[in-house]
């Protein structure tokens, strides 16, 4: 009697926070998590893109992700960090309250952004995944750099 394995893909996610909310992306975009940097502000730029900074010798863009997802500006503090992103050979850093923990998760285990009436936040979602009793929404990079 022959057994055939069924193997499932497995992503590794970073989970970080954003207010009370638990969000993730895959791994294989983080290039690096940096405590809070100078960042200069770019005259006429959207609410949302704080400005530039210089990650060792990088002009590195840079989004608040509260403001992208129209939560209030809040200070940064001891927690704050900056994800530096690399998605289709653009580099840019998005601003999260805290990076939590890294996961291994199969993709089996991602479900589809439930849709919810009024939010302008389901397009940039790729799915949700639930991890012990948290469930972590796991982001669309494309979607959230993309201006429109």
């Given at each position: 009697m022959?057994q055939?394995l069924?193997e499932?893909?497995?992503?590794?996610?970073i989970?970080?926070?954003?207010?009370?909310?638990?969000?993730?992306?895959?791994?294989?975009?983080i290039q690096?998590?940096?405590?809070?940097?100078p960042?200069?502000r770019?005259?006429?730029?959207?609410?949302?893109?704080?400005?530039?900074?210089?990650?060792?010798?990088?002009i590195?863009?840079?989004?608040?992700?509260?403001l992208?997802?129209g939560i209030?500006?809040?200070?940064?503090d001891?927690?704050?960090?900056?994800?530096?992103?690399?998605?289709d050979e653009?580099?840019?850093?998005?601003i999260?309250?805290?990076?939590?923990?890294?996961?291994?998760?199969?993709?089996?285990?991602?479900?589809?952004?439930?849709?919810?009436?009024?939010?302008n936040?389901?397009?940039?979602?790729?799915?949700?995944?639930?991890?012990?009793?948290?469930?972590?929404?796991?982001?669309?990079?494309?979607?959230?750099?993309?201006?429109?």
């Amino acid at each position: 009697m022959t057994q055939t394995l069924v193997e499932y893909e497995q992503t590794k996610i970073i989970a970080f926070r954003i207010e009370q909310e638990d969000y993730a992306i895959p791994v294989e975009y983080i290039q690096s998590i940096e405590r809070m940097l100078p960042i200069t502000r770019i005259p006429n730029a959207d609410s949302f893109m704080k400005g530039v900074m210089n990650l060792r010798g990088v002009i590195i863009p840079v989004i608040d992700l509260r403001l992208r997802f129209g939560i209030a500006e809040k200070n940064n503090d001891d927690a704050t960090r900056i994800l530096v992103i690399q998605k289709d050979e653009i580099d840019f850093g998005l601003i999260v309250d805290e990076a939590k923990d890294v996961f291994d998760i199969e993709n089996s285990d991602i479900e589809p952004t439930p849709e919810v009436v009024g939010s302008n936040q389901v397009s940039y979602l790729n799915g949700v995944v639930k991890i012990g009793d948290k469930m972590y929404t796991i982001l669309n990079l494309e979607k959230l750099i993309d201006k429109e």
